[in-house]
């Protein structure tokens, strides 16, 4: 086994989600409102009370004050368990502030399970996981996600810059109207915020137009700009990727890095394909065969690695420039039925 690679033992414990069941596993654990806002459905369900503390509201006690030295998300000897079944057992893995980390796999497998236990949606069993220096749930409100994407009906008239305020007041009813937000001082600035949010993410040009009527890759950024509109410490993206064609897919991947390294904000994104994302991560935890191995992508993408993960043949390859390539990665899903998977 590659030196610094951590393998636990997992079954598949991810199941594809409809469209409404992932928007509402989506509910802001981050305190933005989720896609739905843009119909005039804001989805604001709350993380478990398994997961939450009294002071969830984002307040951190004392004892859950957050060491600026800390790791942005520590799992230590973790432990998931559905039922009488266990789907992790020692997990060990540390993303520190800035550093990009892809959580990839084939589709089934449960690459989504670590974004909800970090969001406090799903507890485990054993073992600690710390959260921004503190328990899970202390600081939601200091993390943004973009759960799995969704496409926008050509007919949504919601602008993308609404899109984005949403992000900060999208637990109050409704699509703020034109001209509104300029009634206050702190609306001003709101409104300023959320245009800078937006240049950041390079989407300037089209925020004014209907959210409808843009491409995907236009919609990926504002929902990107979305999820940071509160200034998180935390970025969690499920699948960002998907449904992009490969000029969008290096494009949002070079965008997330950049974010990343110059806010200095952690980023944990799952993905299925780990090509378009070689050459900008810190970090990559595998799932595969019942298995999770987290640790750089020299350690954990070889070609001995991913054939075992996979159970079959799987070449790793090394370009010109240097850049890894992964060959014949084979598209394999663990099994599980109805109500045991998660």
């Not at 550093?99 to 970090?118: D, I, Q, S, W, Y």
């Not at 998907?242 to 994104?269: C, H, K, W, Y």
């Not at 001995?304 to 010109?320: D, F, I, P, Q």
């Amino acid at each position: 086994m590659p030196q610094g690679a951590h393998i636990t033992e997992s079954r598949d414990d991810t199941a594809e989600q409809p469209a409404e069941q992932a928007v509402r596993t989506a509910a802001d654990a981050s305190g933005a409102a989720t896609p739905d806002a843009a119909a005039g459905r804001v989805s604001r369900d709350t993380v478990s009370p398994d997961a939450t503390s009294p002071d969830a509201t984002g307040a951190a006690t004392p004892d859950d004050a957050a060491d600026a030295g800390s790791p942005t998300v520590e799992l230590h000897d973790a432990a998931v368990r559905l039922g009488d079944r266990t789907l992790w057992s020692g997990v060990d893995l540390a993303l520190a502030p800035g550093e990009f980390m892809a959580v990839l796999g084939p589709n089934g497998v449960g690459k989504t399970t670590l974004l909800r236990v970090v969001l406090g949606m799903l507890p485990i069993s054993a073992g600690e996981v710390r959260v921004l220096g503190g328990r899970v749930g202390h600081a939601n409100s200091r993390i943004g996600y973009l759960p799995q994407r969704r496409n926008f009906d050509s007919g949504v008239r919601i602008r993308g810059v609404d899109l984005v305020r949403l992000g900060l007041d999208g637990d109050r009813w409704g699509v703020p109207l034109p001209g509104m937000a300029l009634l206050s001082r702190a609306k001003r600035a709101e409104n300023e915020h959320v245009r800078d949010v937006i240049e950041l993410v390079g989407a300037t040009r089209f925020a004014e137009r209907p959210i409808g009527e843009i491409s995907g890759g236009e919609q990926q950024r504002l929902l990107i700009a979305q999820a940071l509109v509160r200034d998180p410490a935390l970025l969690l993206l499920d699948e960002p990727l998907n449904g992009l064609d490969l000029p969008s897919q290096a494009a949002i991947t070079a965008l997330i890095s950049d974010i990343s390294r110059e806010q200095g904000i952690g980023v944990m994104m799952v993905a299925h394909d780990v090509n378009p994302l070689m050459g900008y991560l810190d970090q990559v935890a595998y799932v595969g065969d019942g298995r999770i191995v987290a640790g750089s992508p020299e350690d954990v993408i070889t070609t001995e690695m991913l054939s075992r993960l996979y159970g079959t043949r799987v070449e790793v390859v090394r370009a010109a420039d240097g850049r890894l390539a992964v060959l014949g990665q084979p598209e394999v899903r663990a099994t599980c039925h109805g109500s045991e998977c998660p």
